[in-house]
């Protein structure tokens, strides 16, 4: 069994610069994952991600949990309306989702993925 407990202050993440799979399609954003946690398997991840301004075309494959601390963006599901978000806003995505993330000011946001 892996540790039960991972107590995050003593972690140390290193940052990973351009790691996002998502396919650019408007503007040139850039990324920054701060990943401070990361399952045996790989499967689960925690850290914080900084992107600058840009539109990414998206296809989530895991569920994510969000709580933006800085920034501004437009999230557009396929065939919704789109969602405002902005810093303090804490919300949900689930697996399956398909649209365009549009960061209109750097976002910085943490994040687990499950």
């Known amino acids: ?10 972690t140390q993440p290193l940052p ?8 650019k399609i408007a ?3 850039h990324t920054v994952n701060l990943n401070a946690y990361t399952s045996e ?9 900084i992107c600058t301004p840009g539109t990414w075309e ?12 800085e920034g501004y963006c437009i999230i557009t ?8 978000l902005k810093a303090g806003d804490i ?12 960061v209109v000011e750097t976002v ?3 994040f687990v993925f499950a």
């Open 77 to 84: 599901p396929e065939g919704k309306d789109p969602i405002h």
């Open 108 to 110: 910085r946001k943490y």
């Open 1 to 10: 069994m892996p540790n039960p407990i991972t107590v995050l202050r003593d």
């Open 58 to 69: 998206v296809n989530y494959d895991r569920w994510e949990y969000c709580h933006f601390q």
């Open 41 to 49: 398997d790989g499967k689960k991840i925690m850290g914080t991600w």
């Open 91 to 102: 919300f949900i995505v689930e697996a399956g989702m398909r649209g365009t993330w549009q």
């Open 16 to 23: 990973v610069l351009d790691a996002c799979k998502w396919k």
């Open 27 to 29: 503007g040139d954003p």
